[in-house]
């Protein structure tokens, strides 16, 4: 997975609930991005940051928030808001916005 | 919305056979192009990339073509195994686009059928 790492890779929610996927980068990278596919569909982009302390939404953001406190982490929070989570989450990194992303092994999160 | 596509959602093709999906983008000043490969339960990996100032590259059994005259980008991948099944991603940058992400096609189902 190219140095980076999602946890976990199966996720359960419950209705209300709030719940945390982690990624995490050891490949040097500026930017991080989280995107959502579901079955048998594209990716779309939920968030993305260029660099710490600095992130913008994507074309689905409403739902989901993130922080950028680390170069090396970028966690996405599925908030009680998101009312149609299930779905297989992905996290990439890269060089820079402009260049080739590398993913990570997804978190495939489901409702109860 | 995306300006990339793709021509063929599905594509079965004879194990040892060579292998073509394409990819149309609209943007003729895009600059930049990537494949992924993406097997069930997993995330894309990288297969192959291309800039603008290039109509091909080789790599290991894969080509990418990209022909700027009609906007279309290719992914050929010769001497098909069963273990090539996947879903192709093509993704190009954007011109002008401020440091936005890669945009991504939806994809192409490959099936090997040995």
């Known amino acids: 997975d190219g140095g980076i790492t999602q946890s976990p890779k199966y996720l359960f929610r419950k209705e209300g609930q709030n719940v945390t996927l982690s990624c995490e980068q050891n490949l040097n990278h500026d930017a991080m991005y989280w995107y959502r596919q579901d079955p048998g569909q594209g990716l779309r982009l939920i968030y993305y940051?260029?660099?710490?302390?600095?992130?913008q939404k994507g074309d689905i953001a409403e739902g989901y928030s993130v922080s950028r406190e680390k170069k090396e982490s970028f966690p996405l929070t599925v908030t009680s808001a998101q009312k149609n989570p299930t779905a297989f989450y992905l996290c990439a990194s890269s060089i820079s916005a402009t260049e080739k992303l590398f993913f990570g092994s997804g978190t495939q999160l489901s409702v109860l | 919305g995306e300006s990339v596509g793709l021509h063929l959602p599905t594509l079965s093709v004879q194990e040892g056979d060579n292998s073509i999906i394409n990819c149309a983008y609209s943007?003729?000043?895009?600059?930049?192009f990537i494949w992924y490969k993406q097997e069930s339960g997993k995330g894309p990996q990288f297969i192959i990339d291309i800039r603008s100032n290039m109509d091909k590259r080789q790599g290991q059994r894969v080509t990418v073509l990209l022909n700027k005259t009609v906007k279309h980008l290719s992914l050929q991948i010769a001497a098909t195994q069963p273990g090539d099944s996947a879903v192709y991603f093509c993704?190009?940058?954007?011109?002008?686009?401020?440091?936005?992400?890669?945009?991504f096609g939806k994809g192409t189902r490959l099936s090997v059928i040995a």
């Open positions: 940051s260029q660099i710490v302390n600095d992130f």
């Open positions: 993704a190009e940058n954007p011109p002008n686009s401020g440091n936005t992400p890669l945009v």
């Open positions: 943007n003729s000043a895009s600059d930049y």
